[in-house]
């Protein structure tokens, strides 16, 4: 199911025509939904242990999105059954003075999953495409150059042995406002409202621009974009959650056999 949502190579998406909301053959499904969450947590859960105990693969899962697209929500639910000890998560904010004197993709590629290890970008270096062309932080030449430059690097990372999932979580704008509006209303949500927030909403078209562009130009072979329809959470943790655990049955992973004959080790 969640292939439906995938961005093919060289294909030039519009966002406008991604439904942000629930595809129709699902509608009304939620309970059924949820239940099947519930067994792909555990399957997560399971290969992840196995990922942790093979220390052969490595998965790196990219999640973008709009202020309030439910990147924070999306990991607390899909891995909040898991071992902390196999999973991290990275956070990107705006660049500290130290990151801006190097290269964009310095401070995200010492950041990248070792052996048996599972890493989660909330933001990443595609913020360097996106929020930095909105704020037309660096010129257009130097962005175009910077699709193909991540388009390197995550092959790079892929030749490796870097298993690539990128997720853009793509909300409306109606549900955006809507999400914003609860922010306000709720104290226990006011810590999360930033102005950020408001100038992420006024200017929707123009991220719409750079988002569309950002995924027609890197969605690849090696790294390709899903994109998941995020108004409604569980529609969006199913997309998300199935496609990881599909990745991770791909591995076709074993836990490694005892290097010697147990019935020789004497207490
Ligand atoms: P979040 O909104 O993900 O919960 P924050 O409130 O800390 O986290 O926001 C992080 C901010 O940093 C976002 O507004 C984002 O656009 C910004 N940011 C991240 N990477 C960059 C970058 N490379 N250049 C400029 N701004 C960036």
């Not at 990219?62 to 999306?74: F, P, R, S, V």
């Not at 270096?125 to 257009?140: R, S, W």
């Not at 914003?180 to 949500?189: G, Y």
């Amino acid at each position: 199911m969640w292939t439906s949502h995938l961005v093919k190579p060289d294909h030039n998406i519009r966002l406008m025509d991604a439904k942000a909301d629930v595809p129709k053959d699902y509608q009304g499904a939620k309970a059924e939904i949820s239940k099947r969450l519930e067994g792909l947590r555990e399957d997560l859960r399971g290969y992840q242990e196995l990922l942790s105990a093979q220390g052969k693969h490595r998965l790196l899962i990219i999640l973008q999105a709009m202020d309030t697209g439910g990147k924070d929500g999306t990991i607390r639910y899909v891995f909040g059954g898991v071992n902390p000890q196999g999973v991290s998560v990275t956070r990107f904010g705006v660049p500290s003075q130290e990151e801006l004197a190097h290269d964009y993709l310095w401070r995200v590629h010492q950041h990248t999953p070792g052996k048996g290890h599972v890493m989660i970008f909330n933001r990443s270096h595609y913020e360097d495409v996106v929020t930095v062309g909105v704020k037309k932080l660096v010129p257009d030449k130097v962005l175009r150059q910077r699709y193909q430059q991540i388009n390197d690097f995550e092959r790079m990372l892929a030749e490796e042995g870097v298993t690539v999932l990128k997720f853009f979580l793509h909300i409306s704008k109606e549900e955006q406002k809507r999400r914003i509006q609860e922010r306000l209303k709720d104290p226990k949500k006011h810590w999360k409202f930033t102005l950020s927030d408001m100038q992420s909403h006024k200017r929707w078209s123009v991220y719409m621009k750079y988002y569309e562009e950002a995924i027609s130009r890197t969605s690849t072979a090696w790294a390709p974009w899903c994109i998941v329809p995020a108004d409604k959470n569980w529609y969006r943790n199913l997309v998300v959650a199935e496609s990881i655990v599909d990745h991770l049955k791909q591995f076709k992973m074993r836990y490694p056999k005892l290097k010697l004959n147990p019935n020789k080790v004497s207490f």
